[in-house]
């Protein structure tokens, strides 16, 4: 007991609060902020006030408490206290808590197939030798720990070999294949991207040059040129023929979307004689390959399916970033300058540039901090409303009253829910045809000024099909190289059913199964979208 100006106060030790909350290895100063969530709520429960005081950092005069849903390790949902100092974070605090799965994730999940033993030398092998492990090379046998804060290591314990991680992209010592007997096929799937090209000639000069491998072939027109009904071309690929076509956009090899017979496929490879498979594309060509490879391995097969993960939305989850990504949101950040020039020439005058991104928001947030001309951006992650005193019609309103000019950039699933009318139709590779929300909005603005005999001048940017199509940039075109390079060695050693990506800046092995659980968005209460806010100036919340 310890008085105070009068009044009695009761101390409580750490162990007290270990005791009270039934977690007696867990120091408080190491506990999750879930954890600490549960502590609180616990002993508040049973001591009042006094003990909480004790458990969680002093509060400041200026801020106050509100209840917030989170999710405990054990799946089980608690309100906590969270300190609110402004209207914005007030907002986001309403809003329902969405924990990210990386929490759920276990150490086996992060596990890479294999054919088997690697018993033959690596014509790198000598060049291996002659390097040190240092903070940028990473051994072997060696992992790239997944988890990049405290509190999330946390939650998966103590011990390093409880501590999820990923298998180090690279050259190994020993190879599963012999160079001189393997050959290899390379496909290319989806919607075009930036960077097609570079990952394609990259490939082709490894395998040739570095392993000595002189049998690879491209198949054209995506999983279609496997299939002998469609009767597509299987070209050769050599050094001269993939000599200069990092300079072109697109594919050289074509592609398609929707999947083929998985088991037409490995018929295919094993008439060929195919030992590697590298194929190129987002999360439903990755579907595919899984397909693929569970296919193999009924037949005891050993041909290795290692893919190289491509979307220009940046969508792929457990990467840093896909390739075309930088490429596309650079093309993009021209349209809004255009959008900006018009808008600011005009009385009332407004930019709208759509860009692509059908379930995440990157090329938006990206283009609109690399121009920083935006003056509301409007992505897929956050619903926004038209009518109303904190819609978006009424706040463009009130940004041309004083200023004269906005430039809005959405992306092309933004306000989907705006367009229930559009019908749910499919695309081949499954996906829902997206309502135009460009053109909607569009429509949308100007009866809106219309309604209120107010000029308008309206300017309307489409730049989706040229960013997709133009030749990768520098930042790209070093990237690709990079994944090429990592994807050969994976492939070369045994490594199956995974794609090679980046992760905290380190060149990973991720199994496939991983990549296509969820996608990438753009968070919400992340620091990208906080710097969106920033730049913009639009509300947290439009509705």
């Known amino acids: ?29 190491q506990a999750t902020v879930t954890e600490s969530a549960a502590l609180f709520l616990r002993v508040r429960r049973k001591h009042g006030t006094s003990l909480a005081a004790c458990c969680l950092p002093r509060e400041e005069p200026a801020t106050r408490l509100s209840q917030v849903d989170v999710v405990m390790p054990s799946g089980d949902r608690h309100s906590r206290p969270t300190r609110q100092t402004s209207r914005s974070t007030q907002l986001l605090s309403q809003q329902r808590y969405q924990p990210r799965k990386e929490a759920m994730l276990k150490p086996s999940d ?28 990473v051994e072997e ?121 998985p088991h037409e496929i490995v018929d295919c490879l094993e008439r060929m004689g195919i030992n590697i498979l590298f194929v190129i594309g987002g999360d439903g060509t990755l579907r595919g390959a899984l397909s693929i490879s569970t296919a193999i391995a009924e037949r005891n097969a050993k041909i290795a399916v290692v893919g190289i993960p491509k979307t220009i939305d940046n969508d792929i989850m457990y990467i840093d970033q896909s390739f075309g990504f930088q490429t596309a949101f650079s093309v993009a950040t021209e349209s809004i300058r255009a959008a900006h020039v018009e808008a600011s020439a005009s009385p009332n005058g407004v930019g709208l ?21 935006a003056n509301f951006v ?57 309502g135009d929300i460009g053109l909607f909005l569009k429509q949308e603005i100007t009866s809106y000024f219309a309604s209120r005999n107010t000029e308008l001048n309206l300017k309307y940017i489409d730049p989706s099909y040229q960013i997709r199509s133009v030749p990768a940039n520098p930042h790209d075109s070093v990237y690709c190289l990079r994944l090429a390079h990592n994807a050969v060695h994976a492939a070369m050693s045994g490594r199956t059913e995974m ?45």
């Not at 540039?353 to 001309?373: E, P």
């Open 1 to 29: 007991m310890e008085k105070s100006g009068g009044v009695t106060q009761q101390k409580h030790s750490v162990t007290d609060c270990q005791r009270l909350t039934q977690t007696p290895n867990l120091p408080i100063e």
């Open 110 to 137: 992060f596990h890479v197939k294999n054919l088997g033993p690697c018993k033959v030398d690596s014509p790198m092998k000598e060049m291996l030798a002659a390097r040190k492990p240092t903070i940028n090379n």
């Open 141 to 261: 046998s060696d992992r790239c720990l997944f988890d990049g804060v405290a509190s999330f290591a946390r939650q998966h314990g103590e011990l390093i070999a409880d501590l999820p991680g990923f298998e180090p992209a690279g050259a190994r010592q020993k190879i599963f294949f012999d160079p001189t007997k393997t050959r290899a096929g390379i496909v290319t799937c989806g919607g075009l991207c930036p960077g097609f090209n570079n990952v394609i000639r990259g490939l082709v000069l490894e395998l040739t040059f570095l392993y000595g491998v002189r049998k690879i072939y491209g198949f054209c027109k995506g999983y279609q040129g496997f299939i002998p009904r469609y009767q597509r071309e299987v070209v050769d690929l050599t050094p001269d023929r993939v000599s200069r076509i990092n300079e072109q956009g697109g594919t050289i090899l074509g592609t398609s979307r929707g999947q083929q017979d």
């Open 353 to 373: 540039v759509k860009v692509m991104g059908r379930h995440s928001g990157f090329i938006a947030c990206y283009a609109a901090l690399a121009q920083n001309d």
């Open 378 to 434: 409007l992505v897929p992650e956050v619903p926004f409303a038209l009518q109303g005193e904190r819609g978006l019609l009424h706040l463009l309103e009130k940004r041309l009253a004083s200023r004269g000019h906005a430039v809005i950039v959405a992306a092309e699933g933004a306000g989907q829910e705006l367009l229930k009318a559009c019908p749910t139709e499919k695309d081949a590779s499954g996906n829902s045809r997206l």
């Open 499 to 543: 794609v090679v990506g980046r992760w905290h800046g380190r060149f990973v092995h991720v199994p496939i199964q991983l990549t296509i659980r969820e996608r990438n968005q753009v968070d919400p209460y992340g620091d990208l979208w906080m710097s969106v806010l920033e730049s913009t100036g639009q509300p947290v919340e439009m509705k």
